[in-house]
Every structure is written in structure tokens, then in C-alpha cells.
């Protein structure tokens, strides 16, 4: 006769020393294990990758040596490099407090009980909803000095007779492509910052207009704090984005005229096209203090506030 198996003597032996605690633990890893090794090789590798070949002096066909910090000396002392590092730093500031503006703004309006609010949330998201290629091209064709429709309506409304090579020039090249960031990434905040507000208890307002409280102090000590900590992460993930951004200043302007919108990304590439991987990795890498230094900032002000 046979015996029937206890679940105890079923289950294979190094399982049966584990409690169920890390039983339920030793699956947990498993289901994650894919996705780590999906992250892995997608993410970690590259990244490594690239740090490793900036302290060569490899090429396109080539393994290279181990240079040191030749590439980032090298780097250093270019003017293209130091442009570079201020036309990020611009772009980035002055594309985000714009952003910022706007799309409170646009939030706060939008959270209100107008008429037509559900139409208007779907056209705020236009810009953000078309290809970044098309978009940055059709303001290229906006600033084209001859036949432009900027230069035509400062010509039409008489404000501004004159033609204006607006990505021509040092002095409009990069506040018009920061106007095209802005125009570009400015419905992500204002959806991010409406679906905040769209959380904030009513109650809180109710009380305080009560209390007497005006509109700009109903927004300044409820709306602003409550929504802190998606402000804080919203321009964590913009100022990275557009940091990294490309499309925006090749199509409009390939970081010209005369470095004047030059930016990390765009540099990289150039440093890419003369096949030497080394100085190409090296400028990509020299980004990588800057961003850890944002990430870092605003987890401490996340943190600070939990």
C-alpha cells in the first residue's frame, strides 16, 4: 500500500529549511529578477559602458587606451566646453521657471468650474501631444527671417519693420529655442500640477474664505504647499529632460551660429560624427555631477517635507 506524501516531505528539501516568511520573500525576487535584468542590460550596462570608454581614447573601430582624464582636460579647456556648460545651465533655468509659470497658471485655471474646461484641458495638451520633430520644425518655419510668421506679424501689426534672422544671430538664436522648449513642455506641468490640485480637500479652501482669507492667500498657504512635493518632482523630471533634450536645438538651430546653442547633448553628437567615442563619452559623462547634484537637492526637499 502506498503512503500518501505529507506536504512536508512534497516540498524540496532546501525550500522546506526556509520559513514562510522567506519563502514569500525568495518569490518575490523571482518575479522581479526579469525586469532587473531587462533594467540591467537597457540601463546599467550602457551607463557604465560610457563611463568606462571616456577615460580612453577609443574610436570607431578601435579599442583605444586608458587615458586618465585626458578627454576631460581637453574638454575643459575649450571655449565650445564652457559655452556649452552655460547654455545648458540658461536653458534649462530659464525653460523651467517659464514651464513653472504657465502651467500653474493654466492648473489653477483649468481646476476651475468654467465652461468649456473639458475642451480646454484636451487643446493644453496639443503641444505635448505632437511629435517633438514636427513641433520644433514648425517653429523653425515660424523663425525663418524671410516669410516667417513671427517677422510677418511684427510687420503687419507695425511693431518691428525690419527682417529678423531670429536663429541666426547670437543674441535671439537661444531665447528662441528656449520659447520653443517652453511651448513644448509646458502641458505636462499643467496636467501634473491639475491632477494635484484635483486632490486638495475643498473643505480647506471653504475654511478659509471664512476666515476671510483672500485669493492669493488661499493659494499661497494651501494650494502651493499642498502641491509642493509634485512641483518638486515635476521639475526634477523637466530640468533632466530638457538637460538631455536634442531634437529641440538640432532642428532649429545645430547648436548655432557660433556656439551660441550649443548644449551637452548636441555636443556629444558632434564629438560622435568625428568618430572619436572617448571625447563624445566624456562630455556626456561630465553631465552626470550636475544631475546627481539636482536628484540629490530635490530628495532632500522631498524628504524635508514628508
Not at 109 to 127: D, H, K, S
Not at 167 to 177: F, R, Y
Not at 245 to 263: C, H, K, L
Request: aromatic share 12%; proline share 6%; hydrophobic share 55%.
Amino acid at each position: 500500500m502506498s503512503t500518501l506524501a505529507t506536504p512536508e516531505t512534497s516540498r524540496p528539501v532546501g525550500l522546506a529549511r526556509l520559513s514562510f516568511a522567506n519563502r514569500q520573500a525568495l518569490s518575490g525576487y523571482l518575479l522581479v529578477l526579469p525586469a532587473l535584468l531587462l533594467l540591467l542590460g537597457l540601463v546599467a550596462y550602457p551607463f557604465f559602458f560610457a563611463i568606462t570608454i571616456s577615460f580612453t581614447d577609443r574610436v570607431v573601430g578601435e579599442a583605444g587606451h586608458w587615458v586618465g582624464l585626458k578627454n576631460f582636460r581637453y574638454l575643459f579647456n575649450q571655449p565650445s566646453f564652457i559655452k556649452t556648460v552655460t547654455n545648458t545651465i540658461v536653458l534649462v533655468v530659464v525653460a523651467d521657471i517659464a514651464k513653472l509659470c504657465i502651467g500653474l497658471g493654466l492648473a489653477v485655471l483649468l481646476n476651475q468650474a468654467v465652461p468649456g474646461r473639458g475642451l480646454m484641458r484636451a487643446v493644453v495638451l496639443l503641444p505635448w501631444a505632437m511629435p517633438g520633430f514636427i513641433a520644433f520644425l514648425v517653429w523653425k518655419l515660424l523663425f525663418t527671417p524671410i516669410g516667417g510668421g513671427l517677422n510677418l506679424i511684427l510687420t503687419d501689426t507695425g511693431i518691428y519693420t525690419g527682417i529678423i534672422d531670429w536663429l541666426g544671430q547670437k543674441s535671439t538664436a537661444l531665447p528662441a529655442v528656449i520659447i520653443a522648449t517652453v511651448w513644448r513642455g509646458f502641458p505636462f506641468w499643467a496636467i501634473s500640477f491639475l491632477a494635484a490640485l484635483q486632490g486638495v480637500p475643498q473643505e480647506l479652501y471653504e475654511a478659509a474664505k471664512i476666515d476671510g482669507a483672500t485669493a492669493w492667500q488661499r493659494f499661497r498657504h494651501i494650494t502651493l504647499p499642498s502641491i509642493r512635493p509634485v512641483i518638486l518632482i515635476v521639475t526634477l523630471m523637466s530640468s533632466i529632460w530638457t538637460a538631455n533634450s536634442f531634437e529641440n536645438v538640432w532642428i532649429m538651430t545645430q547648436g548655432g551660429p557660433s556656439d551660441a546653442t550649443m548644449v551637452f547633448p548636441v555636443l556629444a553628437y558632434f564629438g560622435m560624427q568625428t568618430q572619436r567615442l572617448g571625447e563624445a563619452a566624456a562630455v556626456s559623462v561630465a553631465m552626470i555631477p550636475a544631475l546627481l547634484i539636482l536628484v540629490f537637492f530635490v530628495t532632500w526637499l522631498i524628504k524635508d517635507d514628508d
